[in-house]
């Protein structure tokens, strides 16, 4: 591992050197940039004011929010424009929901139950505005057999909101077919890349899915509230959602009564963005796109194989897929007191987090190393013993 050109990449994480980081599925490790971010954003808002919304040079605030969401679109193969900023995937979800029409025979939404909560929880809702919701069911609450979601989709179906990799297990969807089936019979996708955007490499262009939502605090290590939604291209001038607000106005700050949707994805805006947030996300991706993702995901496969391995010899039970391909970044190992070790984990300054139903969810980054996974697992074993 000495020789392993990521670890440079170490020093620009700070809490590297006082903890051993391993929960970057759940809030990747802070780049130390943040800080200039941050300040940054005061320095504008203490020195000019109301201006800093939009300097004259093309720079400020608003401006910043585009440029933040075309640098995350690039990351995913999305054109210019075609990706907007906004709060959280639960909103977004609901947004999306509300561009469409449940009350013809098109009603369905089709879903499996290994979902995150957010769009599970909202999706559940839409049932008030008509919505019959089909929901496929994981059979080892690892994964979630793609023929059985193929198979699900028919003429009835209006939208199909799947993960790319799972929240409780890192299984990695193979989410091609689903889009291809959705699509013949004239249904939408809406993926949710939150687990695999800056661990996994995907092009959403290649994948030709229709909507991909996703936020910035995971894998691509950025601050909370920097959420954002893809609409391919094609899309975006018939996306009229019924959630809607004033930064969603081609002209917002015309305030006129009359709505004319902005002509980029940013019509999805709705109200104020999140513009303190988005100097927290922005280092994060910068580092990602240098690292490259090829090499993430090289290295990502390397460590969780070498976990997987540990964690079985010790007799714990792995809740992550074998199959390195279909394996996410995050390995889930559970055992019996795995709650309260977690706790003590966390106490030794082993950071990493507890799902029930997942176990402890162990998730190394490009700068962590193999001796960090090992340290992890002898922890785990002795303390399991107590
Ligand atoms: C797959 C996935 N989607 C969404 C979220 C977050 O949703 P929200 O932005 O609504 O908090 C998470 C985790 O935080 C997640 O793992």
């Known amino acids: 591992m000495a020789d392993d050109p990521l670890l440079k990449w170490r020093e ?38 109301v201006v800093a919304w939009h300097y004259e040079d093309g720079s400020g605030w608003l401006d910043d929010c585009e ?18 900023l906004h709060l959280n995937v639960a909103t977004l979800t609901a947004q999306v929901l509300s561009s469409i029409d449940f009350t013809g025979p098109r009603n369905r939404i089709v879903y499996d139950d290994m979902q995150f909560t957010s769009p599970h929880y909202v999706c559940q809702e839409w049932a008030r505005y ?27 179906t209006a939208i199909v909101p799947i993960s790319h990799v799972y ?23 809406l993926l949710d890349v939150y687990q695999s ?13 229709d909507f991909a939502v996703g936020g910035s605090v995971k894998w691509v290590c950025g601050g909370p509230n920097v959420c954002y939604l893809y609409i391919r291209p094609d899309l975006i ?15 917002p700050f015309k305030f006129e009564m009359e709505f004319t949707p902005h002509k980029t994805a940013w019509r999805a805006a709705t109200g104020t963005p999140p513009v303190v947030a988005l100097y927290s996300a922005r280092p994060g991706y910068e580092i ?33 897929p074998r199959d390195p391909e279909r394996r996410g970044g995050t390995v ?31 998730s190394p980054h490009f700068f962590n190393t193999l001796e960090e996974c090992d340290a992890i697992i002898s922890q785990m074993k002795e303390l399991h013993r107590r």
């Not at 955007?197 to 899915?209: A, K, M, R, S």
Request: hydrophobic share 40%.
């Open 12 to 49: 620009e994480f700070p809490i590297l050197s006082r903890k051993t980081y391993l929960i970057n599925n759940s809030l990747g490790a802070m780049p130390r940039t943040v800080y200039d971010g941050l300040k940054h954003f005061a320095d504008m808002w203490n020195e000019d004011g």
């Open 67 to 84: 440029k933040t969401a075309d640098l995350i679109g690039s990351v995913m193969g999305a054109p210019k424009g075609s990706v907007m």
């Open 130 to 156: 008509g919505a019959q919701l089909h929901v496929v069911k994981s059979e080892d609450r690892i994964g979630v057999d793609v023929q059985k979601l193929v198979d699900a989709i028919d003429e009835r």
């Open 167 to 189: 929240f409780r297990s890192a299984y990695l969807q193979d989410v091609k077919p689903i889009i291809e089936k959705a699509h013949k019979v004239g249904a939408k996708v």
């Open 197 to 209: 955007i800056g661990t996994v490499p995907f092009d959403v262009t290649e994948l030709n899915v």
């Open 237 to 251: 001038a018939g996306y009229k959602p019924a959630l809607t607000g004033w930064i969603s106005h081609a002209r």
């Open 288 to 320: 990602i796109k240098q690292v490259g993702l090829p090499a993430i995901r090289e290295k990502s496969k390397r460590l969780t194989s070498h976990l997987m391995e540990r964690a079985l010899e010790a007799g714990f039970k792995v809740n992550s």
């Open 332 to 362: 889930c190992i559970d055992f019996e007191n795995a709650e309260p070790v977690h706790e003590e984990l966390i106490r030794r300054g082993f950071v990493i987090d507890y799902r029930p139903g997942g176990g402890i969810r162990v």
